[in-house]
């Protein structure tokens, strides 16, 4: 399925010179002079290289066609995360690899999308937010502004977020995963 340059996405599976590339980062250039351009830094699926490659903004690119099916994550043995398929209860085992923008909010029991090319699994969509507790931050400093002063906190998975100052320890928040950023309260 061709895409246009511009619709690229963190997540996508872009098939570049007959290889499967994940994209990691994207970034839309606009120059003062000539014509923009997607900056997008992907990793080979098979081998794990990066690379960074420049795409013109009317170029357009092969994205993979992947069959998604809904699976629950049912836990974790070492490097190996275990799904179950929640419509035949077929499991499959996924690497830490595959999961590394997955892992900060994956708990046991989440029902998250998992992507097949040609029956091989190869990404693992996180829903656009989760709710998580909050087990440890700091306190809040009298004084401080709550405008624009953040402070450091831990996930009940072990991630690391900045939440404002009213925020307490023990509190469910709800979290976007696309940039690890807290949205509000639960």
């Known amino acids: 399925m061709q895409i246009n340059s511009t619709s690229i996405r963190v997540g ?19 120059p003062g002079k000539g ?12 081998t794990g290289n990066k690379t960074n490659k ?10 993979a ?7 629950q994550y049912l836990y974790c043995d070492g490097d190996n995360y275990h799904f179950m398929n929640t419509e035949t209860y077929d499991q499959i085992t996924l690497t830490k690899d595959m999961l590394e923008n997955a892992l900060p909010y994956l708990l046991p029991e989440m029902e998250v999308v998992v992507e ?14 989760v709710i998580l507790e909050l087990v440890e931050c700091d306190a809040a400093i009298k004084g401080q502004t709550a405008t624009s ?9 072990g991630a690391s977020i900045m939440v404002p100052p009213f925020v307490e320890s023990g509190i469910k928040i709800k979290v976007n995963t696309d940039n690890g950023e807290y949205i509000e309260r639960a």
């Open 35 to 46: 014509v923009a351009c997607m900056q997008v830094e992907m990793r080979n699926i098979e």
């Open 149 to 157: 002063s953040y402070k450091p906190g831990k996930l009940e998975t």
């Open 54 to 63: 420049r795409f013109n903004s009317t170029e357009r690119v092969e994205r």
């Open 12 to 30: 996508h599976v872009l098939e570049v010179d007959n290889i499967l590339w994940r994209v990691m980062k994207t970034q839309h250039v606009t």
């Open 65 to 71: 066609v992947l069959s998604q099916v809904k699976m």
């Open 116 to 129: 097949f090319h040609e029956e091989r699994p190869l990404n693992v969509q996180m829903p656009k937010t």
